[in-house]
């Protein structure tokens, strides 16, 4: 089915999809691919800002993938408003917004599993078995799908960006990937769709995460060691709130690797949980 938002086209299967961005069709037009989970905030429209900026065509996909979900994980509670979403992607000059159900993306049992390398037992990987395998299978789908001359990702979620950068450069994909700034409340807390999960006092509590990553920071620059670093960005988030950190890491950027490497930057990324609530946040340094 196919609903027209003020020239926006709503499709929700992969045929109506391919139809739509046949290479044939698109007349050598550039393509510009947003993938997302939904629940649409600023920081995903920032994609598309850009991507409306290089490109003729922008596509916005809006998935939350069982795959990149684990036991007890918050697949269920993942915030959902499609009807808001779809507000917003047609305000921002989004063209083609796909919205698949699971049975579209999934139609039988896979029996293909994409798995990253050492890259993806770091961070979030550490902690999230089988995460990025899953975010890997709907990424190739979706890029398979769009066929996207570039494709817009955050920095919010840098582990990610750098596997699929990697992904990208292995197997000869032939999207680019272009890298996106991470969009903050005035409050410096990372937007997240997960946000909205945090009751009012975890909401209160929350801006610690930036405010201890810029003591990282400041502590960085003063050169001091990588242990004194993550020290003190740990001991400012347990001491100012009820957050409990899944990990705090300095790691060469984007190779994730724990030797820093000269020709690299330097992510300083943490995880901490407020309640079921885990939020992430990172600064390249
Ligand atoms: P998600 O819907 O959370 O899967 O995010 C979809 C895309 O938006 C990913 O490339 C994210 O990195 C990016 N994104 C999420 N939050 C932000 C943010 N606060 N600023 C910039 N990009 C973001």
């Known amino acids: ?7 926006m086209i709503v499709v929700k299967t992969t045929a109506k999809l391919t139809a739509l961005l046949d290479r044939n069709q698109r007349d050598g037009k550039q393509v510009g691919f947003v993938p997302t989970m939904g629940y649409l905030h600023e920081g995903h429209l920032s994609l598309v800002n850009q991507a409306r900026q290089e490109n003729e065509i922008v596509v916005m996909s809006i998935f939350v993938n069982p795959a990149q979900f684990g036991p007890g994980e918050d697949l269920d509670a993942y915030p959902r408003d499609v009807d808001n979403d779809t507000k917003l992607a047609a305000s921002v000059g989004v063209d083609i917004l796909f919205i698949p159900s699971v049975e579209e993306m999934y139609p039988q049992r896979s029996e293909t599993v994409i798995k990253p390398g050492p890259i993806a037992n770091v961070l979030c990987g550490a902690s999230r078995p089988g995460h990025f395998d899953g975010v890997l299978k ?6 398979n799908l769009v066929d996207p001359d570039h494709s817009y990702f955050g920095l919010k979620d840098a582990q990610q960006l750098a596997i699929i950068e990697t992904f990208v450069r292995e197997f000869n994909l032939r999207t680019t990937i272009v890298r996106v700034q991470t969009c903050r409340e005035s409050d410096g807390l990372a937007k997240s769709s997960r946000n909205v999960n945090l009751t009012l006092i975890q909401r209160e509590e929350a801006p610690v995460i930036y405010k201890a990553l810029q003591l990282g920071l400041s502590a960085y620059k003063k050169k001091n060691s990588n242990s ?4 003190i960005v740990a001991n400012y988030i347990e001491s100012e709130s009820s957050g409990v950190i899944d990990y705090v890491q300095l790691l060469s950027y984007p190779s994730l690797s724990t030797e820093m490497k000269t020709d690299e930057d330097v992510l300083l990324a943490c995880a901490v949980k407020f309640g079921n609530v885990r939020l992430i946040d990172n600064i390249i340094m």
Do not use: P
């Not at 089915?1 to 020239?7: P, Q, R």
């Open 1 to 7: 089915m196919e609903i027209e938002n003020s020239g």
């Open 138 to 143: 709907v990424v190739l789908k979706l890029f």
């Open 228 to 231: 004194t670093i993550k020290k």
